[in-house]
């Protein structure tokens, strides 16, 4: 079992305060796994096993607890008021109304709540109305670099080829067939489609899905409007119009199957309406899914270091300078502060070099400047300082 300690240092952080924490993320990222690891923790540092409840709704067992009635009545049974309880909901989406059952736990003083889910849209509509204020969100993300690389042990930098080609869901580092591992990850995909995305909609083309899915991971880290996406598709004979792409799209975005980045004009100081990007979950998943259809290396390394700041915990967007016609692939922002990011393979040769930091030296302000690339021998230029990516994603840079 792979521990999950930056996580598990946020659950510990908010053991106790008055508010519901609410895990989300891909399914099969670990969030279960995660619970189970807190409860073995609560119960290490002398917390009675029956003072803690936990329920997963996509257990058959459990069933009957689906009608948000029946749920409130059998946990309502056992919390002794007398005594602190610690409540693990798991997969809380599958309970209709379930956000009347939170608010009324909330109102428990004896009860500390720990929910998952894995949409985006649980936290949407009623359960926002309903729980504002009374909720904090703690996003669980595939393995990083470094938790894949601290559990495989061995070659820093053979350990990272082998997670650019697996990707970081947990159960994949139990996996060394090349076929069982693709069957797996087209699971997990089917298993989205399927609970978070089909059953949402009340009519779903499954084949246009699936062409939308394949187009995003396809442009992953390019730019991307939802007419070029329309325009592709009719183009391929899947006739559909704006609506309903925006709609199914915004269906994979709550699924946390893939994440919208938008542009940031750094001169203009506001974000840009027109085209964005989007990057997968995890590039594992992408790379099962497209097969040989691979994209390049460039984006894929996009794709890992836009998962890694997210994981940071800060808010990205892509920097755009218009009268140059230019761009910086991230600017991270936490706490005030900023930090540009611009990422390539290599530039070990002159132009290429010259041409990835070119965008870099039109920032006139101070924040930090970092070029991040494969290369072994690094350099730098102008307070621009170009980094080994594999130690930046290891902490060691």
């Known amino acids: 079992m792979i521990l999950r300690e930056n996580y598990l240092e946020k659950l510990r952080k908010s053991k106790g305060m008055d508010f519901i924490k609410v895990i989300t993320g891909i399914r099969r990222s670990g969030k279960s796994t995660l619970l189970k690891q807190f409860q073995n923790e609560l119960i290490n540092n002398g917390i009675p096993p029956k003072n803690i409840i936990s329920v997963n709704f996509e257990d058959l067992e459990n069933e009957p607890l689906l009608n948000y009635h029946q749920l409130y009545k059998y946990l309502d049974e056992q919390l002794n008021k007398s005594e602190s309880f610690y409540l693990f909901l798991d997969e809380i989406q599958q309970v209709s109304n379930f956000e009347k059952v939170l608010n009324s736990l909330f109102f428990k003083k004896n009860v500390d709540i720990y929910v998952t889910g894995s949409n985006a849209y649980m936290l949407s509509g009623e359960l926002a109305t309903l729980l504002s204020g009374r909720y904090i969100e703690i996003s669980v993300y595939p393995l990083s670099f470094k938790e894949y690389h601290d559990y495989r042990q061995g070659d820093?930098?053979?350990?990272?080829?082998?997670?650019?080609?697996?990707?970081?869901?947990?159960?994949?580092t139990q996996i060394f067939d090349k076929q069982i591992l693709q069957d797996y990850m087209q699971g997990i995909i089917n298993t989205v489609l399927i609970k978070d995305v089909f059953n949402r909609k009340k009519q779903s083309d499954s084949l246009l899905v699936e062409s939308i899915v394949k187009f995003i991971f396809s442009s992953s880290g390019s730019l991307v409007s939802i007419k070029k996406i329309v325009d592709t598709l009719n183009s391929m004979n899947r006739k559909t119009s704006s609506p309903t792409v925006e709609s199914y799209l915004s269906a994979l975005l709550e699924a946390f199957v893939f994440f919208k980045v938008d542009r940031y004009d750094i001169h203009g100081k506001k974000y840009l309406q027109l085209n964005s990007k989007y990057y997968v979950v995890d590039i594992g998943l992408k790379n099962a899914y497209l097969g040989k259809h691979r994209n390049d290396i460039g984006h894929d390394l996009e794709n890992i270091v836009y998962l890694e700041l997210l994981q940071r915990g800060y808010d990205v967007s892509i920097g755009n300078i218009p009268r140059e016609n230019t761009e910086i692939d991230f600017i991270a922002q936490k706490n005030g502060e900023k930090h540009y990011f611009q990422v390539s393979a290599t530039v070990m040769d002159p132009s290429t070099f010259a041409?990835?930091?070119?965008?870099?030296?039109?920032?006139?302000?101070?924040?930090?400047?970092?070029?991040?690339?494969?290369?072994?021998?690094?350099?730098?230029?102008?307070?621009?300082?170009?980094?080994?990516?594999i130690d930046w994603l290891l902490g060691e840079i």
Request: net charge positive.
């Open 355 to 389: 041409r990835e930091i070119k965008s870099l030296q039109l920032i006139t302000d101070n924040f930090p400047k970092t070029l991040l690339t494969l290369d072994e021998i690094t350099t730098g230029k102008e307070g621009i300082k170009q980094v080994n990516l």
């Open 156 to 172: 820093n930098r053979v350990s990272f080829y082998k997670y650019l080609e697996k990707g970081g869901f947990p159960y994949t």
